[in-house]
């Protein structure tokens, strides 16, 4: 069965960090492009970074580029978010998705059931 | 960037009930357009790609159809399990962008 598992989540402070992980089973991971995706409590579903099947190119939404960083270790079928400088508005559950075909392209088929970042002081 | 815009943003409809989303592109995305299910709580669930194509084991309930800037979601014979959110996304280009969501209550 595909399935993805996010965990990492929880409690930071405003200017804090978090690392987020992402685990891959069921499909050759190294063959897909990945993203993770965020809800903001009460909102819409808001695309947050993606990643090629190699790690070697990487996509941010503006609100996150220069504070997420997406990164990928094929040999451990594990995507990850490392967040810093972490603000208020960044409080959402964060989901990891995977996209449809193996050449990098295709909508998001998988997702993962989400993990639940507060930042509040 | 993308603005992905839908309408409704809230639909009210009964049992048995066919209902139509619609959802404009702020310019062509040919047709890298996709559809998701939410229900509170849980994770989106993947129910069309590239417009109009079902995925994996979503009924045929479920119909997308469009391309360039205008898309549309139907949803024949509501059944309870139906009543949820529905987003569309376009994977044409980065930032990828969702629509702001159109929740489907029970009348």
């Known amino acids: 069965e595909v399935q993805l598992l996010e965990s990492g989540g929880g409690l930071v402070q405003p200017g804090g960090s978090l690392r987020l992980s992402c685990a891959a089973s069921g499909f050759t991971f190294s063959s897909y492009a990945m993203s993770w995706v965020r809800q903001a409590p009460g909102k819409g579903l808001e695309w947050v970074s993606g990643?090629?099947?190699?790690?070697?190119?990487?996509y941010y939404a503006d609100s996150v580029r220069g504070r997420f960083t997406i990164s990928r270790d094929n040999s451990k079928n594990t995507l990850y978010l490392q967040m810093n400088s972490l603000r208020a508005e960044d409080t959402a559950v964060y989901y990891c998705?995977?996209?449809?075909?193996?050449?990098?392209?295709?909508?998001?088929?998988?997702w993962g059931q989400g993990t639940k970042v507060t930042v509040s002081s | 960037d993308i603005q992905m815009t839908q309408s409704p943003s809230s639909l009210s409809a009964s049992v048995g009930d066919r209902v139509t989303i619609t959802c404009r592109a702020s310019q062509g995305i040919s047709d890298y357009l996709a559809w998701f299910q939410q229900k509170p709580g849980k994770a989106p669930k993947s129910l069309i790609y590239?417009?109009?194509s079902l995925q994996s084991g979503v009924p045929s309930k479920f119909s997308g159809s469009g391309s360039g800037t205008d898309f549309t979601l139907t949803i024949s014979s509501l059944q309870p399990e139906d009543f949820a959110t529905y987003y569309c996304?376009?994977?044409?280009?980065?930032?990828?962008?969702f629509g702001q969501g159109t929740k489907l209550e029970i009348k």
């Open positions: 998705a995977k996209r449809q075909y193996s050449s990098g392209g295709g909508a998001f088929d998988i």
């Open positions: 990643i090629n099947y190699s790690g070697v190119s990487t």
């Open positions: 996304q376009q994977y044409h280009s980065y930032p990828y962008t």
């Open positions: 590239a417009a109009s």
